[in-house]
């Protein structure tokens, strides 16, 4: 039977030789092993992790990652079918009434200023890109609705650019993983990016959202039942009997 993970040293039945460094080694390197651990481990773990948004363009994922602030990926995927039909393209979402737009994406929430940021973001990518979803993010965050969080999942995902997609659960686990002492998304990116390979930004982030989502929840993570807990220095902020803490497990869905 597999002992319990204990923070400062290996497993009772991993040999110590082998152990990773323990959480509370400070060091330079042992920070980077530990980081570069834990990604591994997060991507055995969850191996069919992807974005939960359903899109086929990259307009689509941005109008849905712009609905999916304050609300979940499972309930945007509702509206957007209806949505993308009746707006297939920039200048649809120009032109777009504002009252049958509002009544389509109600079920997201803020439904008002995310159709005034719809419509003027149609309006921004008609005039300026000639309706298209520009590459790079700097033209991507001058657009209306679009910060640094949503220009990273398009660039990403539409446009296979690295990045780092600080959300709520990347910017929480990466302090309790000891990766960051920031809370700015914007100076929490370029100090995870620096513990990992460009090429693994946007998988690792995905590893970490569904992390989040299922084990380390904001309230009471799920300790005893993590699969990285031997690498945190955060463990035992939560449930750490394993039994227990099996039971805190959600499935990581939207």
């Known amino acids: ?73 499972k309930r945007v995927n509702t509206v957007t079918p209806v949505l993308f039909a009746r707006y297939p393209d920039a ?72 990045g780092i997609t600080v959300d709520t659960h990347v910017g929480r686990l990466s302090r309790r993983f000891g990766w960051t002492r920031q809370t700015d998304p914007e100076k929490v990116e370029p100090e995870i990016g620096a513990l990992f390979p460009r090429k693994d930004w946007v998988p690792l982030c995905q590893h970490v959202i569904w992390h989040g989502r299922r084990c380390c929840h904001a309230r009471n993570p799920a300790c005893g039942a993590c699969p990285v807990a031997h690498w945190c220095p955060s463990y035992g902020e939560g449930e750490t009997d394993p039994a227990k803490a099996a039971k805190l497990i959600r499935e990581p869905r939207g």
Do not use: C, H, W
């Open 1 to 73: 039977m597999t002992a319990s993970p204990t923070p400062g040293g290996p497993p009772a039945d991993e040999p110590a030789a082998e152990a990773e460094p323990a959480p509370y080694d400070r060091s330079r390197t042992a920070l980077v092993r530990r980081a570069r651990q834990i990604g591994r481990t997060l991507a055995q773990t969850y191996p069919d992790a992807d974005i939960e948004l359903d899109f086929r363009t990259p307009l689509e994922l941005l109008v849905a990652t712009i609905l999916a602030a304050q609300s979940t990926d």
């Open 91 to 162: 200048a649809a979402y120009a032109g777009a009434d504002r009252a049958e737009l509002e009544a389509l994406i109600i079920p997201t929430g803020f439904f008002r200023a995310k159709a005034d940021s719809l419509m003027k973001l149609g309006a921004a990518l008609t005039e300026r890109f000639d309706g298209e979803v520009p590459g790079r993010l700097v033209d991507l965050v001058s657009l209306p609705g679009v910060g640094r969080k949503t220009a990273n999942v398009v660039l990403g995902y539409a446009f296979g650019v690295p």
